[in-house]
Structures are given as structure tokens and as C-alpha cells.
Nanobody, 122 residues
Framework: VQLQASGGGLVQAGGSLRLACVVS????????MAWFRQAPGKEREFVAV????????GYADSVKGRFTISGDFAKNTVYLQMNSLKPEDTAVYYC????????????????WGQGTLVTVSS
């Protein structure tokens, strides 16, 4: 399984970006897909998670109401729409996949994309 993340960039505070994560190789409707982020000098933290069907979602409190995770699973792609961005959202964003059960702990994820940098200027 390979994950390819894209869509990062530089944006001003209050702006928007949409990240995409394309899943290739062995895909399954039993996957759980998530986004994590890691700011310089900080640990990797959970951002959002979705079941492959999109029927179950979860968000970190810090992004709830501003970020939306969704999927076009016919295209094996998961998105993270980020609105009302803040400077504290600056980080490398990673998509990740695991089997079956929801989790917010990054150590429980089996597959990772390479990361895409999001920089929010004030």
C-alpha cells in the first residue's frame, strides 16, 4: 500500500487549502484513513479520521469546525479541506491508513504518506 499526499503550500491566516491523499496498491473498504500533522519540535498529532465508507468521522478539538475530512473512494483519494487557517496550523501534514478500527494514536497506523508542508503566515 502506498499513500501519496499533496496540496500543501503557503497561505495567509484565514485562508484555505485542500490536501489530497491518493491510496494505491492494495485497497480495502476496511481501511481507516487519517490525517496527522507534525510541527517543528513537536510530536506528531492527530487531526482527523474517516472510515473508508465515510460513514464515521472524527476530528481533533483544535480543528473541529474548520477542517473537513472526506473521501472519493472510487478514486482511492482522501481529502482534508482546511478553512480559517491559523499560524498554529503550520506543520507537515501526513496521511495514514490502518485496518478496521478507529484510532488517534499515530503509532497504530500501518501505512504513511510522505507528508506535505502547510505554512500559514500571520
Amino acid at each position: 500500500v502506498q499513500l501519496q499526499a499533496s496540496g500543501g503550500g503557503l497561505v495567509q491566516a484565514g485562508g484555505s487549502l485542500r490536501l489530497a491523499c491518493v491510496v494505491s496498491g492494495r485497497t480495502s473498504s476496511r481501511y481507516v484513513m487519517a490525517w496527522f500533522r507534525q510541527a517543528p519540535g513537536k510530536e506528531r498529532e492527530f487531526v482527523a479520521v474517516t472510515s473508508w465508507s465515510g460513514g464515521r468521522l472524527g476530528y481533533a478539538d483544535s480543528v473541529k469546525g474548520r477542517f473537513t475530512i472526506s473521501g472519493d473512494f472510487a478514486k482511492n483519494t482522501v481529502y482534508l479541506q482546511m478553512n480559517s487557517l491559523k499560524p498554529e496550523d503550520t506543520a507537515v501534514y501526513y496521511c495514514a491508513a490502518k485496518w478496521t478500527s478507529f484510532a488517534r494514536n499515530p503509532t497504530l497506523y500501518d501505512y504513511w504518506g510522505q507528508g506535505t508542508l502547510v505554512t500559514v503566515s500571520s
